[in-house]
């Protein structure tokens, strides 16, 4: 991506967000799209329990609900079509078959690419965390196996760290809290729309990749500061981005 584009969207955050200048130190990753090509099984997964349990829900409908968690989806999918509530039991219930389903696929891959990048903003001295909207155990204890030693997991936010999951900022400002940082020395690595809401929500320039079918205004709209198309298109960029950062001040900057 251009400097001109970056250096855009850069004074945007700081004008959006009063903060004097970007310090980048920290990133939190998503899991499921980013770290993991594991999004097609999930939305294959949702399409088939939601069958069985005779709720209307697309692959569509899947990944503009990822990163929620998944009892909220199952709930706001029986609202939609005006169902009768179920208990939190019977929602608990759809939900262990998701995850059965889920785990009976078979291992997704990393992500194309996300190691290299990973690796790359470490070498520019970037501390990694990551936060999930998951609870998925077989994917979570993946993490250190694919990503050896690049990722903080103890300072990790997944859906047992959080009342309220994406795209409330509650996971990304928990990411925050954790790591010790402030929101202008950090950056949010999305692949979805309500992660991009969560990011942006919680004062964080976000940077959304595009991995998957939805178009790329769904993930503008919902707020991606930058929006690229895979993880080498993003490590090819870090460069630019780090001498933005360090060139771009915001005159008016209160914080
Ligand atoms: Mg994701």
Known sequence: MRYEDIRK???????????????????????DGVLFDSMPYHAKTWVQVMAETGIPFSEDDAYINEGRKGVATIELAVKRMGMPEMTKDEIQAIYDEKCELFNACGEAGPMNGTLQLVKSLESHGV?????????QQSLLRRIESAYPSLFEL??????????HGKPDPEPYLTGLHKMNA??????????????AQAGRAAGVFTVVVN?????????????ADLLFHDMDEFRDSLATLFEVIRNTVNENGRK
Do not use: C, H, I
Not at 154 to 163: H, L, P, S
Not at 211 to 223: E, F
């Open 182 to 195: 402030k929101q202008w020395e950090a950056v949010v690595v999305e692949n979805a729309p309500l992660g």
């Open 211 to 223: 991995t998957g079918p939805l178009p790329d205004a769904t993930l503008r709209d919902s707020g």
């Open 9 to 31: 969207s850069v004074s945007a955050y700081l004008d959006r967000t009063g903060y004097a200048a970007m310090d980048l130190k920290y990133a939190m990753f998503d899991m």
């Open 154 to 163: 103890d300072k990790m936010v997944t859906a047992n760290d959080v009342v």
């Open 127 to 135: 501390r990694m965390t990551v936060v999930t909207g998951s609870a």
